[in-house]
């Protein structure tokens, strides 16, 4: 079933993704050589509760941390360690807060150091696609034009767009109906309505769109061992189009 917002109800939802977007921005800054994935982790957590607010993936089906830190061929999901961020690395940061009864959603993903010209161009177009995506998100328009967007514009620059993952509504649960995927076809799916709320989010592959999951449970990774890189945004559908509640930076 899916939920539409009211006026307040989107007003709210943009309290906590602001709050999402700050969080991340101030991760952002930590991101160098040697940081420890777990204390990005751990900072995300005692800076949401400094705000009154909760993580939400802690818990959430049994995930452990509050953040999720994907490395390099890692697409979601990846589990904060002792692990080491090294130069030319990339890492996704994922991160999610309940806060007054709603939820907020939004993922970046940022260069450790200086990378390859190649990583920064898969960066670049998936943020780009993400966009595509978001100016799509109208009422009168279909789920199909939003995936289309994004499917469209990865492809065309020589990458894939992951299939086994797809972005989602979200409101007062994490992850509610409908289902947002990265690929499809125009005017296809349910039509958009205003007081519609979707967590955007492209997962864009060097390589294969094909992914596995690692033996922790939660870890996706590309299957050719590629890297893959992942944008999100929270955006709610007004009487004026689609509005970023997530905006960062």
Not at 31 to 48: F, H, N, Q, W, Y
């Amino acid at each position: 079933m899916i939920i539409l917002k009211s006026r307040q109800e989107i007003e709210k939802m943009r309290k906590s993704n602001a709050l999402v977007a700050a969080i991340l921005e101030e991760l952002k800054k930590k991101i160098r050589p040697g940081v420890k994935t777990i204390e990005l982790d751990r900072l995300s957590e005692e800076m949401a509760l400094k705000k009154g607010a909760r993580p939400a993936f802690k818990g959430y089906r049994g995930y452990p941390y509050s953040l999720c830190t994907s490395v390099n061929s890692e697409v979601v999901h990846g589990m904060p360690s002792e692990r080491e961020l090294k130069e030319g690395d990339i890492v996704s940061l994922d991160f999610g807060i309940l806060n007054d009864g709603y939820y907020g959603d939004a993922a970046v993903t940022v260069p450790v150091g200086e990378i390859a010209p190649a990583a920064k161009r898969l960066l670049r177009v998936t943020e780009e696609a993400l966009h595509r995506g978001i100016a799509e998100v109208r009422a009168g328009n279909r789920i199909g034009d939003i995936s289309a967007a994004i499917q469209g514009h990865a492809e065309a620059a020589g990458f894939s767009v992951v299939r086994d993952l797809v972005g989602h509504g979200i409101g007062k649960n994490l992850h509610e109906d409908p289902q947002v995927p990265n690929y499809g076809s125009s005017g296809r799916g349910i039509e958009l309505k205003a007081g519609m709320v979707f967590a955007i989010e492209p997962m864009v592959n060097e390589g294969t769109y094909r992914v596995d999951i690692l033996r922790d449970g939660w870890t996706v990774v590309t299957a050719d061992g590629k890297l893959s890189a992942h944008f999100e945004h929270s955006v709610a559908i007004t009487e004026n189009g689609p509005v970023i509640l997530s905006r960062i930076g």
